[in-house]
C-alpha cells in the first residue's frame, strides 16, 4: 500500500491494518495531518488541532500494541469530536466565543468510551453556535460556495474532504445526517437514548452547568 494514501482509509480500514502490524497509528496520524495542511485552509473544518499533541497519542498507541497489551476496536485511529463534547485536554468551547479558552476538567463519556477503544482524539471540529445558532466557518468541502450544512458540519466536512477517517457528531434534527449528506459523508443517527450525552451541551439544560 502506497503511504500517501493512508489519509483516504477509512475507520475500519485503518483498525485492521495497524491491528495488524501493516502500518503504525503514528504514520496514519501524519499522514491525516498532512491532508490538513493541505485542503484545511480553504474548508476550514477544525476548531482545535494540535499536532504534536496527536503525534505523541499516536505513539503511545504504537508502544502499547507493540508490547503485547489488549488493544481496543479503534486502536490508533485518528478521530474528530464535535466542539461541544467536554474533552478534558482540549478546549470545549460550544462554537461560541462566549466560551472562548473554556477546558472542561473531564470528558464527555462517549469521548472517554473512545479513548478506551484506543482511538487517538485528533482534534475539535467545527460546530454552529450552540449546535443551534449561527454557522460557523467551515465550508463545504465539495464545493466551497455552498454550505457544509450543520450543526456538525466540521465533523462532516473533514471527513468528506479525507482528512480523518471518522468524527462525531449530534443531532436533533438533521444535524449530523444533513451535513454528512452534503459533504460526500456517511451519517449514522443511532437510536435516541443509545449512546450516553453526559458532559455534551444540550440547550434543555443550563449552559453555566454543563
Known amino acids: 500500500m502506497e503511504l500517501t494514501n493512508l489519509h483516504s482509509l477509512s475507520a475500519s480500514e ?3 491494518l495497524i491491528h495488524d502490524g501493516i502500518i503504525s497509528s503514528e504514520q496514519l496520524i501524519d ?3 498532512e491532508r490538513i495542511r493541505e485542503v484545511d485552509d480553504r474548508v476550514q473544518a477544525w476548531a482545535f488541532l ?4 496527536a503525534r505523541t497519542q499516536a505513539r503511545a498507541a504504537d508502544e502499547r500494541r507493540l508490547s503485547g497489551q489488549p488493544i ?3 486502536h490508533g485511529v485518528p478521530i474528530a469530536i464535535k466542539d461541544i463534547f467536554d474533552t478534558a485536554d482540549m478546549p ?4 461560541s466565543p462566549i466560551y472562548a479558552g473554556r477546558t ?3 470528558d464527555a463519556t462517549v469521548v472517554s468510551r473512545l479513548r478506551a ?3 487517538v482524539i485528533l482534534g475539535k471540529t467545527v460546530t454552529t453556535e450552540f449546535a443551534y445558532f449561527s454557522p460557523g466557518k467551515t465550508r463545504n468541502p465539495q464545493n466551497f460556495e455552498h454550505t457544509p450544512g450543520g450543526s456538525s458540519s466540521g465533523s462532516a466536512a473533514a471527513v468528506g474532504a479525507e482528512m480523518v477517517p471518522l468524527a462525531i457528531g449530534s443531532q436533533t434534527n438533521g444535524s449530523t445526517i444533513r451535513p454528512a449528506a452534503y459533504c460526500g459523508a456517511v451519517g449514522f443517527k443511532p437510536t435516541h437514548g443509545l449512546i450516553s450525552r453526559y458532559r455534551a451541551l444540550a440547550l434543555s439544560r443550563t449552559l453555566d452547568h454543563v
Do not use: F, K, Q
Open 14 to 16: 485503518a483498525a485492521r
Open 104 to 106: 472542561p476538567s473531564r
Open 117 to 119: 477503544a484506543g482511538a
Open 31 to 33: 499522514a491525516c495531518l
Open 92 to 95: 470545549t468551547e460550544y462554537g
Open 72 to 74: 481496543g476496536a479503534l
Open 50 to 53: 494540535d499536532a504534536d499533541y
